[in-house]
């Protein structure tokens, strides 16, 4: 199916999850959509060629593409392949993270690794004066989280936090921000399964008092968790966002299924900023400049 608004998209983090529901359901919708991910001809060549087979299948434009978030030059190189081949890149979502890993790693992936393709893509979006840059953020941002998750919750909170300040940096360039906050989903996805374990034994073993949390904490999300939640609903707000036009899309949408109470702080967040933008005299940075 071909949309009548098609774009042009960049997927972070599409081998799994969420990047990869929104990186099919965004080609179905009839965008081009170049599905990034480290290592396409080694160990994650047999889900770039899962995506080449639903592509041919469903005729659709879904394109696996190497970009390895920990490096500015893989970054550099993916967003100038997408250029090479389309003349644009309409739509860049962020989405490349580690749920629980070493802290500099996750700090790497999960912020670091977002500002690389700031720095590769962003040129591109300037030049045209038009383009969304759609974060994938989490609702332990501003919700209850539990213990054990601070390195992704600390990570997550710098990137949202990065989203919201870049938003004012570039809205004048008529690129607008969207941010998509999910709740926990602990079916549907890899997050709980690959999550990392703490390289350094000896510090972990002086805390084995806590061990068994972390499966405690998957267990006990999941019996939060009602049976319908689905990570799809994620992805099919992403394609709605994206499908909206120009200079009305959402600055936050949540999409939460545990109630974690991050939607509600969210609310009272996003009145404050923009409350504090207009005393400022900044107004006009709280809408990209659109001008087409």
Do not use: C
């Amino acid at each position: 199916m071909q949309s009548t608004n098609q774009q042009v998209i960049v997927v972070t983090g599409a081998g799994s999850g969420i990047g990869k529901l929104s990186a099919q359901a965004l080609a179905d919708a009839g965008h081009i959509v170049y599905a990034t991910m480290r290592d396409v001809d080694g160990r994650n060549r047999e889900r770039a060629d899962e995506l080449h087979a639903l592509a041919r299948s469903r005729n659709i434009q879904l394109h696996p593409l190497e970009l390895d978030v920990l490096s500015q030059e893989s970054a550099d190189a993916a967003a100038a392949a997408v250029v090479r081949a389309q003349g644009r890149i309409d739509v860049v979502m962020q989405n490349a993270g580690h749920l629980v890993e070493e802290m500099m790693r996750v700090f790497d992936t999960n912020l670091f690794g977002a500002q690389r393709v700031n720095r590769a893509t962003l040129p591109y979006l300037r030049k045209q004066e038009a383009g969304l840059m759609l974060w994938i953020s989490s609702t332990t941002t501003r919700g209850g989280f539990p213990p054990f998750m601070g390195p992704y919750g600390a990570a997550k909170a710098a990137m949202d936090s990065l989203a919201v300040t870049l938003a004012y940096e570039i809205a004048r360039f008529g690129i607008e921000t969207s941010i998509v906050v999910p709740g926990a989903f602990t079916r549907g996805t890899a997050h709980f399964p690959s999550a990392g374990k703490p390289a350094d034994a000896a510090t972990a073993a002086a805390y084995s008092r806590y061990d068994g949390v972390m499966d405690q904490i998957g267990e006990r999300l999941s019996a939060l968790t009602p049976h319908d939640a689905d990570p799809k609903a994620v992805a099919d707000e992403i394609v709605r966002i994206v499908g909206l036009s120009a200079g009305t899309r959402p600055m936050r949408s949540v999409i939460d299924f545990v109630g974690d109470g991050a939607r509600e702080a969210l609310e009272v967040s996003e009145r404050v900023r923009i409350e504090f933008a207009k005393r400022i005299g900044m107004e006009d940075l709280l809408q990209a400049k659109v001008t087409r």
